[in-house]
């Protein structure tokens, strides 16, 4: 089965309203056209009512770094998945590594979050991904079918459809250290048939697991290139229109 290639753009917290605005001007006539691939990019919430009417009627899609897996509620600082639609968000992630190690985010919560999405039709991006403690102990493996496990808890195989899997080596976000492309692929194999094993072979199949970990341009053919791995999660490389449309076009 042929999966589109995902290339998605995480922005963290960088980025004013006129700094994302003069990205999407210069950035999408450098992607003009590019079919070959899904494009995303993932700014600030409150960059979203600025990236999203500039990408309009683009090649490029736009989604929410987080969102709360309650519809609304008391819950200050967050963004609700009505929220998120109602400017036309299209994606979000969940379960980032960084909102697992700042944000005490569980297995369970990413699940909620999960169920949220796709009962509102919102393509969720789930991130997974060991420590390197936990590579060192040889636990990778373990960690990554517990997470898998955890996040899809309830999760039927119709659901389960437009889920994306990011698989992010945490050892290797900003550290300019990168998982070599076999050790990515395998980890990708490994993530794949864990989805096998909970929700069927046809599911596995179609499921696109993207590789995020210091992308760069100099590595992303090497990388995107592999049969295991559909796509990219850009964090630092994705801030510069030439270089995230270098990776696009890998």
């Not at 922005?11 to 070959?36: I, N, Q, S």
Request: some cysteine.
């Amino acid at each position: 089965m042929a999966r589109k290639a995902l290339i998605a753009a995480n922005w963290k917290m960088y980025k004013t309203p006129a700094e994302a605005k003069a990205f999407v001007d210069a950035f999408l006539p450098l992607v003009a056209g590019h079919a070959r691939d899904e494009i995303a990019l993932f700014p600030s919430p409150v960059l979203l009512p600025t990236v999203i009417p500039a990408c309009k009627g683009s090649n490029v899609a736009v989604g929410a770094q987080n969102i709360h897996f309650a519809e609304e509620g008391a819950y200050t600082g967050e963004t609700s998945i009505l929220q998120l639609k109602a400017v036309g968000g299209t994606h979000t992630l969940i379960g980032h590594s960084e909102r697992r190690q700042y944000f005490a985010e569980t297995d369970e919560i990413v699940n909620k979050k999960l169920h949220t999405a796709l009962k509102h039709g919102v393509v969720p991006v789930v991130c997974v991904g060991e420590v390197l403690e936990e590579r060192e102990a040889g636990k990778t493996a373990s960690v990554l079918k517990t997470q898998v496990t955890g996040a899809f808890v309830g999760i039927t195989p119709v659901a389960a459809k437009p889920i994306v899997i990011a698989y992010e080596p945490v050892w290797a976000i900003g550290t300019g250290k990168t998982a070599t492309p076999e050790i990515a692929a395998d980890a990708h194999s490994i993530i794949r048939a864990e989805v096998a094993k909970l929700l069927g072979a046809d599911v596995a199949l179609g499921v696109r697991i993207l590789y995020g970990g210091s992308v760069k341009p100099d590595n992303a053919t090497a990388l995107i290139s592999l049969e295991e791995i559909d796509g990219a999660l850009v964090g630092g490389a994705s801030l510069k229109p030439d270089s995230f449309a270098a990776i696009v076009k890998y």
